[in-house]
Structure formats: structure tokens, C-alpha cells
């Protein structure tokens, strides 16, 4: 009966794993979408410039179409791994300014998108939770300080003031809870 049991067993995650492959979706291989954008300007230089800028307006565009809101593309990461060579100079308008800039720029995919919208995401609460920790480290410290000075201070004048102490020292206490309260 337990070699009948351990079979079926056997057999239905062998049943599991084979449809589960037979189902699951392949990885996305479609390509990313190409744009073309123009920049303009009074020199080369200028048009470039604008190109790019109109290149990150684009990509913003497509990241608000997704709603996808935490990740900034840069000029700097478009030029770097977005365009299709290194663009090249377009028929020069009559009106100022007189030179037009065209870039070829791949629009990466919704998966590549979210995935560089997740990690954008990551990132900003890293940097949160990284000032959280400073900022109550510092206030701990602050408070150990107040609480050491209060001691000192105490034993320095003999008790004699100790009600102004403890006033200045709840006072002081006050102030830093105060402090990380506003820089939260």
C-alpha cells in the first residue's frame, strides 16, 4: 500500500511539473519599439542637446502610459544604451534656429519599463529607510548627550540647581523630539 501511495505521489508531481512547463508563458522577445526624434538648434551641438532632451520626453511619456511613476530616465542613460547610433544631421530649417538633429531611440518593452520602475522604487525606500536610521541615531545620541549633560551638570553643582536642570534637560528633550518630528 505505501509503494501504491508513494507512486501516485510520484506521479502527480511528475504530471505538476510537466504542465506547469507547458504552460508557463515563454520570455518576452519582442523587440522594443524605435522612435525617431528630431532636435533642434542654432549649431550641431544645440540640436544634439535638444534631440536628447526630446528622446526623455518621449520615454516619459511612454512611463506615464504605463503608469509607471518612480523611475527618471537620464540623458546620460538614453545616449548610453537606448540609442541606435550615433543620430545624424537633418535637413536645416529656414527659421531659427537652422539645424535639426535626428536620433533613432529604442523604447525598451512594459517588462524592461516596470522592471527598471520596481528598482527605481527599491532605491527610494532604501534612501528612506537609510535616513530613518539616521535620524534616530542622531536623536538617540542627542538624548544620550542631554541625559549625560544633566548628570554631569547635576554633580558639578552639588544638586543645588537640579529643578533647573531637569527643566533645561526636558527642555532640551523637547527640542529633539521637536527636531526629528519636523525632519521626518
Do not use: C, F
Not at 64 to 84: A, C, F, G
Not at 96 to 112: H, L, M, Q, R, S
Not at 150 to 172: F, I, N, Q
Amino acid at each position: 500500500m505505501m509503494r501504491l501511495t508513494m507512486a501516485v505521489w510520484w506521479s502527480l508531481a511528475l504530471v505538476w511539473l510537466v504542465t506547469n512547463q507547458a504552460v508557463a508563458e515563454p520570455a518576452s522577445d519582442q523587440p522594443a519599439s524605435r522612435i525617431i526624434v528630431k532636435g533642434y538648434g542654432a549649431t550641431d551641438d544645440d540640436a544634439k542637446k535638444d534631440g536628447l532632451k526630446a528622446a526623455v520626453e518621449k520615454l516619459q511619456e511612454e512611463l506615464r502610459r504605463q503608469h509607471l511613476d518612480h523611475w527618471h530616465p537620464s540623458e546620460k542613460y538614453i545616449k548610453e544604451r537606448l540609442l541606435v547610433g550615433a543620430g545624424h544631421l537633418g535637413d536645416n530649417v529656414e527659421v531659427p534656429p537652422a539645424k535639426t538633429w535626428i536620433y533613432e531611440v529604442n523604447i525598451p518593452d512594459g517588462e524592461t519599463l516596470t522592471h527598471l520602475d520596481q528598482q527605481a522604487q527599491r532605491q527610494e525606500r532604501a534612501e528612506a529607510r537609510l535616513s530613518l536610521a539616521l535620524h534616530t541615531a542622531a536623536g538617540l545620541a542627542l538624548v544620550l548627550v542631554v541625559l549625560l549633560g544633566y548628570l554631569r551638570a547635576d554633580e558639578w553643582t552639588r544638586s543645588r540647581y537640579t529643578a533647573w536642570l531637569r527643566l533645561a534637560g526636558v527642555g532640551a528633550l523637547a527640542a529633539i523630539v521637536a527636531g526629528w518630528v519636523w525632519l521626518r
